[in-house]
Every structure is written in C-alpha cells, then in structure tokens.
C-alpha cells in the first residue's frame, strides 16, 4: 500500500484506509528518501515523502530582547514633568506585557519544505534563517499523539510538542500510531479507527 496524492476528501479515505491496512499486519510500499542520512536505521525504510502542503509549528517558549530606554533628561514645570513620567511609566508597561506576550509558550509556525515518513522517525526539512533543515523525531519518543481534524499533534518525553497540519496529516496520524503503539494504535487514533469499522 502508497500513499497517493489526493483531494481532501480522499486524503481522509485513505487514512482510513492505511490505518485498517495497517491493523491487519499489512506492508507499506517504501519509497526512496530524499538522502540516504533520513533511513540510518537497519530495517528502516520510507513510505512516503510529502512535498509541501503542510504546517509545521512546535509548542516553544521564545527569547525576546526587552529594549528598556534609557534614562532621559526633562526640562518642564512640575505638570509637564509629571505627565513625562506617568507617560513614561505606562509606556514602560505596555512593553514589558508585550515582551512576556511574546515570550510566552505558543504555536510557532515555521515554513515546512516537505515531510518524510519513515517506519521509525518522521522527518521535516524546515526552512530556517541558515537554509533549509531536517529535523526528526524518533516515534519511540512520543508520549501523546492527538488528531483533531487536519492537525496531527505529537507530544515528546523530553522535547516541545510538534503540530503538523494539512490534508495528509490524518495519513500521517494513522503510519505513526501503527509504528509507535502497535495494537494499541486504535486508542491513539480514534476517529480512523471508527471510520474504519464503519467502513
């Protein structure tokens, strides 16, 4: 069984699809990795690059440089003084709610090049300020997997959660529960397991 590109609709069917394939013990087709480096593993294969069409974000904190001002020097009356200060200090304030909006932990989206699914890892080749980068995660680390619709969330032992979105993100979903939970897959994936007993 390939992944075959598809429209929405189909995208879901063949999750489904995958998924029940993959309960009753069945292969997925490898496909050739972009570079060899994405399968390091004895026994790892790919069974599917997706190019483009997807969202990447991951659950991070961020460090944001506060540039308090300087002091300042004001010549005024009392009034004018005053109201430079009161200014100044509520001024003050808004920057420092900002920064911490700022810095807080949220979705931070980063452009996806493509994504490489794996028997063992996925992979995404993100494109950062130094060029493109391949990222993976080891499905042996993933504590949590949630599909919710068109996003695939994946939460990590030690690392921040990863988001993926788009059309094939339920496919995904379905390859990873099977090669992360085995027979416990269902339980990760409960929306393709019902689909697939409707089916």
């Known amino acids: 069984m ?40 004895p026994g790892e294969y790919a069974v599917a690059v997706i190019p483009g069409g997807m969202t990447f974000a991951r659950y991070a904190s961020a460090q944001v440089v506060y540039g308090g001002t300087g002091s300042s020097l004001v010549v005024g009356s009392q009034p004018f003084v005053t109201g430079y200060v009161l200014g100044s200090l509520f001024q003050r304030g808004r920057r420092r709610r900002r920064v911490r909006r700022e810095a807080a932990p949220q979705w931070r989206p980063t452009p996806l090049l493509r994504v490489v699914v794996t028997t063992r890892r996925l992979w995404c080749e993100v494109a950062t300020d130094t060029g493109p980068t391949w990222l993976n995660f080891n499905y042996d680390t993933i504590a949590d997997l949630r599909l919710d619709g068109a996003a695939l969330v994946l939460s990590f032992l030690q690392a921040e959660p990863l988001r993926l979105s788009g059309e094939l993100a339920p496919w995904c979903a379905a390859v990873i529960a099977h090669y992360r939970f085995g027979p416990s897959a269902p339980a990760a994936v409960p929306a393709l397991h019902a689909a697939a007993l409707a089916g």
């Open 2 to 41: 390939a992944l075959h590109n598809t429209s929405s609709t189909d995208a879901w069917a063949q999750a489904v699809s995958t998924h029940a394939h993959l309960l009753a013990n069945g292969r997925l087709t490898q496909v050739d990795a972009p570079t060899p480096a994405l399968v390091p593993e």
